[in-house]
C-alpha cells in the first residue's frame, strides 16, 4: 500500500506541514500539491467545495507528493466512509466532544472486526494499492478537533481512545467557546492554557497534536513548541494576502492625484 507522508513525517520525528484548500478547485489543489508540503487538507466544513468537487481534487492532489487528507462537516459515519473510499489517506473530524464520540469516529474509519466501515473503496485501491483493504487501517490518520468547551473538558478521555492518532485544535471556535473571542494565533491566557492542555494530553497519551495557524511564521512557533501537525493558513486566505500585498504596492508608486 502506497506510504502515508504524515506517518513518515512522525516516524521521523518531525512535523507534518499541510495545506488547507477551502476553494473548491482541482487545479489549485494540484498546484498546492507541489509546494512541498506534505499533505494537502480538503476542507468540506468550511470550504466552498462539495463532495463531487472533492473527488476531483483528490484526483489532482494524487498526482502530486503530497498525500490527501479531508476534513468532513461532521461526524456522519456515511460520508466518512464516502471520504475514504474517494481516496483520502486521512480525516479531521470536528467538534468531537467526548470518548465515546472519538471511539465512533475510529470505528467509522476502520474495516471489521475493529471498526464499522463498509467495503467498497473504488478510488481508496487506485491511489493505495490492490493490498488497500489489509493496510487502510493502519495507514489512515485520524484526528478528532478539539473547538468547544465540552471538547476541552474531555480532552484526556478523548486522547486515551485507542486507534485515535491524534488532535486537532481549532484556535478561534476554542477561543469563540471560552469567551475571549476568535484568533487563530491567539494570546487570551484561557485559550493558551487550554492549547497548553491539549498538548500535554495527547503527549501523555502518546498522540499527535495539530493545529490551524494565521501563517508560516507562526506554524513554524507551534512545530518548535512539540506540534505535529501545523496547517500555515489557507488558500482563500493566502491568495487574498498576496494580491494585497501586490495591489498596495502598485498604489503606493501612483503619484498622487493620477488618474
Known amino acids: 500500500m502506497r506510504a502515508n507522508r504524515v506517518r513518515q513525517c512522525w516516524e ?10 477551502s476553494i473548491g478547485n482541482s487545479y489549485s489543489a494540484e498546484i498546492v500539491g507541489w509546494t512541498g508540503v ?12 462539495g463532495v463531487q468537487a472533492m473527488i476531483g481534487m483528490l484526483q489532482a492532489i494524487s498526482s502530486t507528493p503530497a498525500t490527501p487528507f479531508v476534513r468532513v ?28 464520540q472519538a471511539q465512533l469516529f475510529v470505528r467509522a474509519t476502520s474495516y471489521p472486526p475493529r471498526g464499522l466501515r463498509s467495503f467498497g473503496p473504488t478510488r481508496g485501491l ?3 494499492g490492490p493490498d488497500y483493504v489489509a493496510h487502510a ?3 489512515l490518520v485520524r484526528l478528532a478537533m478539539i473547538e468547544t468547551a465540552a471538547g476541552l473538558a474531555e480532552v484526556e ?17 476554542l477561543g469563540l467557546a471560552l469567551n475571549a473571542g476568535a484568533s487563530a494565533d491567539p494570546s487570551d491566557s484561557r485559550v493558551t492554557a487550554a492549547i497548553a492542555r491539549c498538548a500535554a494530553a495527547a503527549k501523555a497519551y502518546g498522540k499527535q497534536v495539530g493545529i490551524f495557524c494565521p501563517s508560516g511564521a507562526v506554524a513554524a512557533r507551534r512545530a518548535a513548541e512539540g506540534f505535529g501537525f501545523v496547517v500555515p493558513g489557507s488558500d482563500a486566505n493566502l491568495l487574498k494576502a498576496a494580491v494585497s500585498a501586490e495591489v498596495r504596492l502598485i498604489k503606493a508608486d501612483r503619484p498622487v492625484g493620477a488618474g
Open 12 to 21: 521521523a520525528g518531525e512535523p507534518a506541514v499541510s495545506a488547507w484548500l
Open 38 to 49: 506534505d499533505c494537502v487538507v480538503v476542507d468540506l466544513q468550511h470550504g466552498m467545495t
Open 73 to 100: 462537516p461532521a461526524l456522519d459515519l456515511p460520508l466518512l466512509m464516502k471520504v475514504l473510499d474517494a481516496g483520502a489517506y486521512g480525516v479531521i473530524c470536528p467538534m468531537v466532544d467526548s470518548a465515546e
Open 126 to 128: 487506485l491511489y493505495g
Open 137 to 139: 487501517d493502519a495507514t
Open 157 to 173: 478521555a478523548i486522547c486515551a481512545t485507542e486507534g485515535l492518532d491524534g488532535i486537532f485544535i481549532g484556535p478561534n471556535d
